[in-house]
């Protein structure tokens, strides 16, 4: 988010603010401590979970994650639910308490009546028919009815069932496909010897063994090989400090310390302890009494050990249970079931919600205004040593304190701004964006104001120096100002500096200790003797709208823009070498809102689209950063994309801060959040047809393939994407982000389908995973069978090419008469068509737009070869009397008859055209200059004889007005100069003609 602009509307309460700012201030802690807000993905019906009854939760082999509802089991790909069923010798309904997976890869389902167990998975087969069958007990009908009934010893599943402890042993000399039969797992002679063993309410496997909540309300602790072998037994009781409860969930930590839960209680016993301590649970048991079967034990990637608390999660930090529950983002509801899986996320199931997986969770802690901030936008932040980390935000001021339970807004300083700092002393600097500029004192609880400046973006602390205060740089809506001593008493107001106009975006120390800073206008210097100069001005080397400024560790300094990216500046001292962009791969948006440098080296990217990290440093050490650009966003727990200008904070155990437009967000350790996880793509299944592809050959057939694949990387799952080739079918690697494709049919011969997974954002690719298929040519595609038809056909080929070429030779000559006949008929009809598009329809002479063609073709033609040109108009005499004595017909007859005439007396070259009602044009390329001679031929012509109309004979007369092309002459001049001597015919009593002569003196004809 950008700052914006200090609108003047806002001043009119500057100094009615200067006033009342100390009276403003509350010293007031958060009425209620709120505790981090925290982060998590639902899936359920969205994402093909169709009962939301969760018993339980696990991961197997391969990375699905596995779920048991009241209504069957499924897994989840990390784009969707799939169910166990019928197809895999489920059935089709029943609860499901329990899913365990044997160190060998079977997977065993526990219904409440019936207990099955898998297959080894093929690999192009996880999900094929039959893939279940069900185990068989030496007691007859199987009864549980408690979640969390089994537990895995190797590859033997260990099952409570009817307070009983049952084994179904899978022994090394078994023949491939042996299905396990339930036994007890004790004899009568282990529960002679310990009586507690004759009733078993819960079972735990450890890396010691196995524990057991078993006897009256007692524990007890197996130490036995993964065959099965009992080496040791032994009861816990009160005298061991564990009070009688139904113990439902046991966990050995990686110090070796115990743990046991009840309805009630924990109990821990130290690695090399005798006895063990009690807790009891923050708020009591809550909507788990009665369901204890449901408790877990867990412990986390970072050692913390977490369990179900009355209205959430507890989790164990310093000693101390914290709850996590609606406050800060866990769904309220009963957890039924909770686990990390391999990426080291949190997943927890929420009875009759579905399944949720925390995003970040341990890795980031976030806080919002329902966490106690003043507002969720969030500006500048600052601290000093272990103080409180402070906030400047769009509702003021807040220092958030972290303890134990939760981070809390201590103070609040009111006064929306952009810029806070702290000084060694803990003092705290604020500007407001009505420009009030005060000092906070904690030990006092004093605020002064110390002045009022132009609005302020940053307040920019010098680094420590040995001996020298540091000063403070507070760069402003109007200019550089200046606090050399921010801890004196009492305090100086900030000083200008000179050289500096404008808004300063961003300060920076570089490498020399000297200052940098960048304004809306350009990018400026502070020398060792204090002057503050140009080194760049926007548009002549700065790329506009900067906003942030950072040195790398090649000393080469960054400069930000919110249109244009990163420019990077190659300096030496202060002048300017080379200039180049910085291109961060699949950067979403140019807009940069910040660039901060960390003790790492590693340059930090703020945007609208989440963090951009460029780490500098060369690793080739598995598990390390590796050296390129990194991105971080909501996927990984930041709180939300949209970062703030200026809004990152690193403290001194380099942990960091980021400011975004939903509140604030730590990142706790940079290091393990960044580290490259590699990425594990699966076959789920491929299909020929409506069957599982078999193995080995298989016959061609018309049936499509479709392959089914995943990645179970569920940390980024929405920003996994695909690249799969099938050879001979596919040229190239085909880029998708589905999870199917589709084959319409397969070619013959050996073919290898082969699929990647790639994140595009996190700059990670996996490597390939394949399979080979060998599809059998059928009998029609046999080399055989190809050579006999091959030879059949090249005979049919040679004889019905024969008949062929007669056939055509034939075909051709009818063509060609058909097309001399039809080509006849064309020219006809393109003839008449010219005619009627370039004659008029009563007299048969050009229309006028084929006249002025001919005009404007003439003039050329008389301009190119220095040849003389007349053009006559003539209009016909008294022509209305005739249309009055005869009607219009009448005149039609009379100028039809006129044309015949004119049209049979033209010469080659020559054009008559009609002009408009009884007016013609002569185009007249032979008529002499000063004649017009030509011009009284065809006058006599027209008008020699008397004209037949209805019975009669009636003499003609016509004015003719002739004029010479001169150069320069266009058709409008010439036609102009026409109807001048025509009109002069007409006043000169008509029947004649008017020609233009050299001299240009009218000469009557």
């Excluded at 101390?320 to 309220?332: A, F, H, T, Y």
């Excluded at 932040?381 to 981070?407: C, F, H, I, K, Y």
């Excluded at 120096?465 to 900030?494: I, N, Q």
């Excluded at 051709?812 to 020219?827: D, F, P």
Aim: glycine share 10%; with cysteine.
């Amino acid at each position: 988010m950008n700052r914006g602009s200090f609108g003047p509307a806002a001043r009119v309460w500057r100094w009615v603010a200067f006033l009342l700012l100390p009276i403003m201030v509350m010293l007031a802690s958060s009425p209620a401590a709120r505790a981090q807000r925290l982060t998590f993905r639902q899936y359920s019906q969205d994402q093909g979970l169709s009962n939301l009854g969760l018993q339980c939760l696990n991961q197997d082999r391969s990375g699905f994650v596995l779920v048991c509802t009241e209504n069957g089991a499924a897994r989840y790909d990390g784009r969707e639910f799939q169910l166990f069923g019928t197809e895999q010798g489920l059935p089709g309904q029943g609860i499901v308490y329990d899913m365990e997976v044997a160190a060998d890869g079977r997977l065993f389902v526990v219904f409440s009546n019936a207990v099955y167990v898998s297959e080894l998975a093929r690999p192009l087969d996880p999900f094929a028919r039959g893939h279940f069958t069900a185990l068989r007990s030496d007691t007859g009908p199987i009864e549980i009815d408690a979640a969390h009934a089994g537990a895995m010893l190797g590859n033997d599943l260990l099952l409570v069932e009817r307070g009983q402890l049952r084994i179904a042993r899978t022994n090394p000399g078994d023949a491939p496909g042996t299905i396990p039969k339930l036994t007890a797992f004790f004899t009568p002679a282990m529960i002679a010897h310990d009586p507690a063993l004759a009733h078993i309410v819960s079972v735990t496997i450890t890396s010691d063994g196995f524990w057991l909540g078993c006897g009256d309300g007692q524990a007890c602790h197996i130490v036995a090989t993964n065959d099965g072998t009992i080496r040791s037994v032994a009861v816990f009781g009160p005298s061991d400090g564990l009070p009688k409860r139904h113990w439902a969930a046991f966990l050995r930590d990686r110090h070796g310390t115990i743990w046991a839960r009840s309805l009630d209680l924990i109990a821990r016993r130290a690695a090399d302890g005798s006895r063990f301590t009690i807790e009891e649970i923050p708020g009591g048991p809550g909507r788990y009494a009665g369901h204890a079967d449901r408790l877990v034990l867990t412990e986390a990637p970072s050692g913390h050990v977490l369990t179900q608390g009355r209205t959430g999660l507890l989790i164990r930090k310093d000693g101390v249970w914290r709850s996590l529950n609606l406050v800060q983002g866990v769904p309220e509801g009963e957890i039924v079931a909770i686990m990390f899986d391999r990426e080291g996320s949190l997943w927890f199931a929420v009875r009759n919600q579905g399944a949720f997986r925390g995003v970040g969770v341990g890795e980031w802690e976030n806080w919002t205004r329902d966490d106690g901030l003043s507002d969720n936008v969030i500006w500048q932040m600052s601290r000093s040593g272990n103080g409180p980390l402070w906030a400047a935000t769009e509702g003021g001021a807040d220092a958030l304190v972290a303890n134990q339970q939760s981070s809390r807004s201590l103070t609040h300083l009111n006064g929306s701004g952009f810029a806070v700092a702290v000084t060694p002393l803990g003092r705290v600097w604020h500007a407001t964006l009505d420009g009030i500029v005060s000092r906070f004192d904690p030990s006092t609880g004093v605020v002064a104001v110390i002045a009022n400046l132009p609005p302020t973006d940053e307040i920019f602390p010098d680094p420590p120096r040995a001996g020298v205060p540091r000063s403070l740089w507070f760069g402003t809506h109007d200019g550089l100002y200046k606090v050399d001593d921010p801890d004196a008493m009492p305090a100086t107001p900030p000083v200008r500096v000179d050289g500096v106009q404008g808004r300063v975006r961003d300060i920076t120390r570089g490498p020399d200790d000297t200052l940098w800073l960048i304004s809306d206008h350009e990018l400026l210097h502070q020398e060792a003797g204090g002057v503050i100069r140009t080194v760049l001005s926007v548009g002549t080397g700065i790329n506009p709208s900067p906003r942030a400024l950072a040195f790398a560790t090649d000393g080469s300094l960054w400069v930000g823009s919110g249109i244009a990216g990163i420019q990077r500046l190659h300096l030496d001292h202060d002048r300017v070498m080379s200039t180049d962009t910085i291109a961060i791969p699949r950067l979403g948006s140019n807009n940069v809102l910040f660039l901060r440098q960390d003790h790492r080296g590693w340059m930090w990217v703020g945007g609208d689209r989440g963090l951009d990290i460029w780490n500098p440093h060369e690793s080739g050490i598995a598990g390390s950063i590796d050296r390129g650009w990194h991105h971080l966003d909501e996927e990984d727990g930041l709180l939300s994309n949209d970062l703030d200008e200026g809004s990152m904070f690193e403290d001194p155990d380099g942990s960091l801060w980021f400011g975004t437009g939903h509140g604030i967000s730590h990142l706790l350790d940079p290091g393990p959040v960044l580290v490259s996880l590699p990425l594990h793509p699966v076959i789920t299944s491929v299909l020929l047809g409506h069957r599982t592809l078999p193995t080995g050959t298989v016959k061609w057939s018309h049936d499509p393939m479709v392959v089914r694949f995943s990645a179970l990387d569920y940390r980024d799952e929405r920003s996994v994407r695909f690249r799969y080739r099938l050879t001979g079918v596919d040229r190239d690697w085909v880029d998708t982000a589905e999870r199917e494709v589709r084959y319409p049919e397969l070619p013959p011969g050996h073919l290898t389908f082969s699929v990647m997974a790639y994140d595009p954002l996190k700059r990670r690719t996996s490597a390939p995973i394949s399979f080979d298929i060998m599809v059998q040519a059928p009998w029609w595609r046999t080399g055989l069978f190809l050579t006999v038809c091959a030879f059949t056909f090249c005979a049919l080929a040679v004889s019905i090419w024969r008949l062929r070429i007669s056939y055509l030779l034939g075909r051709q000559r009818q063509l060609e008469a058909l097309v001399a006949e039809r080509t006849s008929e064309i020219e006809q009809a393109r003839a008449v068509l010219f005619e009627q598009a370039t004659r008029d329809s009563l007299t048969g002479l050009l229309n006028r737009p084929a006249t002025m063609q001919a005009f404007d073709q003439a003039i050329e033609q008389a301009r190119r070869d220095s040849t003389p040109l007349a053009i006559a108009l003539l209009d016909l005499d008294h022509f209305k009397s005739i249309n009055d004595r005869f009607g219009h017909l009448g005149g039609d007859d009379v100028l039809r008859e006129i044309s015949r005439r004119l049209k049979s007396s033209l010469h080659t070259g020559e054009f008559a055209g009609r002009y408009g009602g009884e007016e013609l044009v002569l185009i007249l390329p032979s008529e002499r200059r000063s004649s017009g001679g030509r011009t009284q031929q065809l006058r006599e012509a027209m008008v020699a004889a008397p004209i037949p109309v209805e019975g009669s004979s009636i003499a003609i007369t016509c004015s003719i007005g002739v004029a010479w092309y001169h150069p320069g002459d266009t058709s409008e001049t010439l036609l102009r100069r026409a109807d001048q001597y025509l009109y002069i015919a007409k006043n000169s009593g008509r029947d004649r003609i008017e020609v233009e002569p050299d001299l240009g003196r009218a000469k009557a004809v």
